[in-house]
């Protein structure tokens, strides 16, 4: 295989693998809410969560603008389990798997198509 096509082939499953622990991320998180049993702001919060998986299919079709919603969601993702009052165990698996899905997509940067500006 060539050199290009192994890194293109390595960005595509390091975007592809980086998407599944988005979601699992977020599957941990909405379980957390869930049997916590606060149901005061849960539900909002759970609606938010859910909301990062169009985001997420779309990255993985390659869209620039999902793949750095997905971003943003895994920076707030780090920020909520750093600063959010609870038990820690949630908050550090949360946060190592923001972390780990911020990494991958870092990695998968090269999986999009480069940006050419138009002539005038």
Do not use: H, N
């Amino acid at each position: 295989m060539e050199p290009e096509r192994d890194a293109a082939a390595t960005a595509t499953r390091c975007l592809e693998v980086a998407l599944v622990v988005a979601v699992a991320e977020m599957i941990v998180q909405v379980a957390v809410l869930t049997a916590r049993g606060a149901w005061s702001g849960a539900p909002l919060r759970i609606g938010f969560l859910l909301a990062k998986l169009p985001f997420c299919y779309f990255a993985l079709r390659r869209r620039p603008g999902a793949y750095l919603a997905v971003w943003l969601y895994e920076f707030g993702g780090v920020v909520a389990a750093l600063t959010v009052r609870g038990a820690l165990g949630p908050r550090a698996l949360t946060a190592a798997l923001a972390g780990l899905t911020m990494v991958l997509l870092g990695r998968a940067v090269s999986a999009f198509p480069p940006v050419e500006w138009r002539s005038r």
